[in-house]
C-alpha cells in the first residue's frame, strides 16, 4: 500500500521568507501523480500544485515550487515570499495510475500546519 | 461562485441516531467523492461514485453508506453514529477519475456525536 509521510507537524516562517515543507512516499508504481493541497482554518482544502511522476522538471506555480526527487521518493514544497495568507495547513498527496478504479484515490499525509509571522 | 457545497456546515447528531450530510456541485463532473477526517489526522476516502457506479473502499464500515441520486447531488448516510464517528466530512469532485484532474473540495461538514 501507498503511505505518504510528511515529518513536520508544525512550520513557521517570517513573512516575505523562504520556508521548505516535506514530504516522502513509499511506493512500488512508476506512474503517479503528487500534489500538495492547502486547507486554511474553516474553509475548504485547495490545490497548490502537482507532479506527474514521469516529468523531470519540477512543477512551478508562482511562488510555489517543488523538489521532486523520485529514485528518493521525496517531494518537498517551497513557498517563496510568505505571506499571511499562506498560513494554512499543508497536506502531500499520492495518486496512483489513472487506469484503474483504485486510482481515484487520494492518498494524504499527516499535514504540516504552517504558521507565517508578520 | 461556490463549486461544491456542503450543508450543513455543522451537524450534531446523537449517539445511535441516522444522520444524513448532503453534497452539490455546480461543475457537472462525473466523479463524486467522500473522504473523513478525523482530528489532527489525514483525509482518508471513504467511497467515491463514478456516475452512477458506486465504489466503495475495502475498509469503509457498513455504517456509512452513500446515495447518488442524480449528477448533482450526493448524500453521506451514517446508520448509527458512533463516538468515534466524529470527523470533519469532506466531498470532492472531479471530471474524471483519471489522476490527471484536479479534486475539488467542498469545505466540509464537521459532525459531533453526543
Known amino acids: 500500500a501507498q503511505t505518504v509521510t510528511q515529518s513536520q507537524p508544525e512550520m513557521s516562517v517570517q513573512e516575505a521568507e523562504t520556508v521548505t515543507l516535506s514530504c516522502t512516499y513509499d511506493?512500488?508504481?512508476?506512474?503517479?501523480?503528487l500534489f500538495w493541497y492547502k486547507q486554511p482554518p474553516s474553509r475548504q482544502m485547495i490545490l497548490v500544485i502537482r507532479q506527474e511522476a514521469y516529468k523531470q522538471q519540477n512543477a512551478t506555480e508562482n511562488r510555489f515550487s517543488v523538489n521532486f526527487q523520485k529514485a528518493a521518493k521525496s517531494f518537498s514544497l517551497k513557498i517563496s515570499d510568505s505571506q499571511l495568507g499562506d498560513a494554512a495547513m499543508y497536506f502531500c498527496a499520492y495518486r496512483r495510475s489513472p487506469h484503474e478504479t483504485s486510482g481515484s484515490r487520494l492518498t494524504f499525509g499527516e499535514g504540516t500546519q504552517l504558521t507565517v509571522n508578520p | 461562485d461556490a463549486m461544491v457545497i456542503q450543508n450543513p456546515r455543522y451537524q450534531v447528531t446523537q449517539f445511535g441516531k441516522p444522520v444524513t450530510l448532503s453534497c452539490s456541485q455546480t461543475?457537472?463532473?462525473?466523479?463524486m467523492y467522500w473522504y473523513q477526517q478525523k482530528s489532527s489526522q489525514a483525509p482518508k476516502l471513504l467511497f467515491h461514485?463514478?456516475?452512477?457506479?458506486?465504489?466503495n473502499e475495502a475498509d469503509t464500515p457498513d455504517n456509512f453508506q452513500s446515495r447518488r441520486p442524480n449528477t448533482s447531488f450526493c448524500f453521506l448516510d451514517i446508520r448509527s453514529p458512533g463516538l468515534g464517528d466524529a470527523a470533519m466530512y469532506l466531498c470532492?469532485?472531479?471530471?474524471?477519475?483519471?489522476?490527471?484532474?484536479?479534486?475539488?473540495f467542498g469545505p466540509g461538514t464537521r459532525l459531533t456525536v453526543t
Open positions: 470532492a469532485t472531479s471530471r474524471d477519475r483519471n489522476a490527471a484532474y484536479e479534486q475539488y
Open positions: 461514485y463514478y456516475d452512477k457506479d458506486f465504489n
Open positions: 461543475l457537472n463532473h462525473n466523479v
Open positions: 511506493t512500488s508504481e512508476s506512474d503517479y501523480y
